[in-house]
């Protein structure tokens, strides 16, 4: 088992640019969803998915989209990236929203 | 709207104590409390989940407790070692039943 897997581990962003970050989990759990980590500000998060087809939004989700075609993917894609995003960025996947998190490696993001 | 604190200060403690982290919350009254382990670069990983009618959680030489009359859940490593230097996370669910992390603690442990 790989657990859950995020790609990139590191991206450099211009202002504007758009891009996708990767989550990928094999453990075949409905529940997924996204975080931003910033330093002081703990893990917010920013959109979630309760099973394939369906997402909602998080505390802060806005700039952000986010799908769920398969159980096992939720990319998450930045429109038009803004320093304000900054951030390492975790995907986690669970059972169910009340089980525990199981988080990935994370994706450290810079926007320029 | 719900609001988790943890001390924000850094804790050091010798080697062979017990580590005590807080974790404080308003607002609201969770059904559960989770508490996570993150190390420098790496994902957090979870510990123990506390369930609102459970005073007392073990796992090895970890204890958690969750007091919902104070709002506050304690997390206690007993014979701490160098190896259990890290941030330590809470996180309850809110209403919905989505998970609402607290900054974490920093505790190093000294040799």
């Known amino acids: 088992n790989a657990g859950v897997t995020q790609t990139p581990k590191f991206q450099v962003l211009k202002t504007g640019q758009s891009m996708t970050l990767q989550c990928a989990q094999d453990?075949?759990?409905?529940?997924m969803s996204w975080y931003r980590q910033d330093p002081g500000m703990g893990l917010r998060l920013i959109h979630y998915?309760?099973?394939?087809?369906?997402?909602d939004q998080g505390e802060v989700p806005n700039g952000y989209n986010v799908s769920r075609s398969t159980t096992e993917d939720f990319p998450l894609r930045l429109l038009s990236a803004a320093p304000s995003q900054t951030s390492v960025y975790f995907c986690?996947?669970?059972?169910?929203?009340?089980?525990?998190?199981?988080f990935g490696p994370g994706t450290r993001l810079t926007v320029l | 709207s719900q609001k988790i604190e943890q001390n924000s200060e850094a804790l050091n403690i010798q080697e062979g104590k017990t580590a005590t982290l807080t974790c404080n919350y308003t607002?609201?009254?969770?059904?559960?409390l989770q508490w996570y382990r993150q190390d420098p670069g790496r994902g957090p990983v979870f510990l123990l989940l506390?369930?609102?009618?459970?005073k007392e959680k073990r796992k090895e030489r970890l204890k958690v407790t969750f007091d919902t009359t104070l709002k506050q859940s304690l997390f206690h490593i007993t014979a701490s070692q160098p190896a259990d230097s890290a941030t330590y996370l809470c996180?309850?669910?809110?209403?919905?039943?989505?998970?609402?992390f607290g900054q974490g603690t920093e505790l190093s442990v000294k040799p």
């Open positions: 986690a996947s669970s059972y169910s929203m009340k089980s525990e998190q199981f």
């Open positions: 453990m075949n759990h409905e529940y």
């Open positions: 998915s309760v099973g394939a087809g369906i997402t």
């Open positions: 607002n609201y009254s969770p059904a559960y």
């Open positions: 506390i369930r609102e009618n459970e």
């Open positions: 996180a309850l669910e809110r209403q919905g039943g989505k998970l609402i």
